[in-house]
């Protein structure tokens, strides 16, 4: 069973820093390998996913919205993914969700839709 546990949201302002983390298990690792990936939401508006992880190769890829500001990468611990955002803006702030997905073939892992395991979310504010 995959489990996928965030921590990290809150509040922070304009320009301002913060780093989300995702605690992963249970996710396969054979085949063509698996992403982790971090999707947000705001209020009334379409889920985007933002930046992902590919494994085995550490490939990784960030949507344009958020493409200098936001990095995704693995933490001290293997089963562990960061989101490192910084300069954020309003519009950064949604329900960012970790969420995860094992690749059959090559495709690429950068839209929700590619995700089947998610967690539960966290929020992002982004407010003077």
């Known amino acids: 069973q995959v489990q996928l546990v965030e921590s990290g949201g809150g509040s922070v302002q304009p320009g301002g820093s913060l780093t989300l983390s995702c605690v992963v298990s249970?996710?396969?690792?054979?085949?063509?390998?698996?992403?982790v990936g971090w999707v947000r939401q705001a209020a009334g508006k379409e889920r985007e996913a933002v930046a992902s992880?590919?494994?085995?190769?550490?490939?990784?890829w960030s949507a344009d919205s958020v493409k200098m500001r936001f990095g995704i990468l693995r933490g001290n611990t293997k089963n562990t993914v960061l989101l490192r955002m910084f300069d954020v803006i309003p519009e950064d702030t949604a329900m960012y969700y970790c969420?995860?997905?094992?690749?059959?073939?090559?495709?690429?892992?950068?839209?929700?839709?590619?995700?089947?395991?998610w967690g539960q979310g966290i929020q992002v504010t982004v407010s003077s």
């Open positions: 249970g996710l396969s690792t054979g085949g063509n390998g698996n992403c």
């Open positions: 969420v995860a997905g094992v690749r059959s073939g090559y495709e690429p892992c950068t839209t929700p839709a590619f995700f089947k395991h």
């Open positions: 992880i590919y494994s085995p190769s550490d490939f990784t």
